[in-house]
């Protein structure tokens, strides 16, 4: 079992950036496959970027206004989400989580919130124009 803990949010004007950190415990990140996901009032929980066990990103396919890299630091045991060029519509609570490894059913399984099975209790990003 892993926990997993969120930092990083805050409040930041239009066009910044932020790097939120996602540290894990009680398991390494590495077992996993991690993700994070934004939820804002209102609004369901929105997939943003995946990572999996073997080190492989990927990237929400649909349009969104920030730009997203996600790494990890296997030293640190933490995954990061850099965001940059962030738009008051980004304003959100930002979760990171993790899955067993999906295997062969990566491809169908990775944007899902339901298929992760741990979380953590987010991370406030709140964006001013």
């Known amino acids: 079992q892993v926990q997993l803990g969120e930092s990083g949010g805050g409040l930041v004007q239009a066009g910044g950036s932020l790097t939120l950190s996602c540290a894990a415990s009680?398991?390494?990140?590495?077992?996993?496959?991690m993700a994070w996901f934004r939820q804002a009032p209102g609004k369901e929980r929105q997939f943003l970027a995946a990572?999996?066990?073997?080190?492989?990103?990927?990237y929400s396919a649909r349009r969104v206004k920030a730009e997203f890299t996600i790494f990890g630091d296997n030293a640190k045991n933490t995954v990061y989400l850099r965001i940059t060029n962030l738009k008051p519509e980004d304003t959100a609570l930002y979760y990171c989580?993790?899955?067993?490894?999906?295997?062969?059913?990566?491809?169908?399984?990775?944007?899902?919130?339901?298929?992760?099975?741990?979380w953590g209790q987010g991370t406030q990003v709140t964006v001013s124009s």
């Open positions: 989580a993790a899955a067993e490894p999906f295997g062969r059913n990566y491809e169908t399984d990775y944007p899902r919130a339901q298929k992760y099975d741990y």
């Open positions: 009680g398991r390494t990140f590495g077992s996993y496959d």
């Open positions: 990572l999996t066990r073997t080190g492989s990103s990927t």
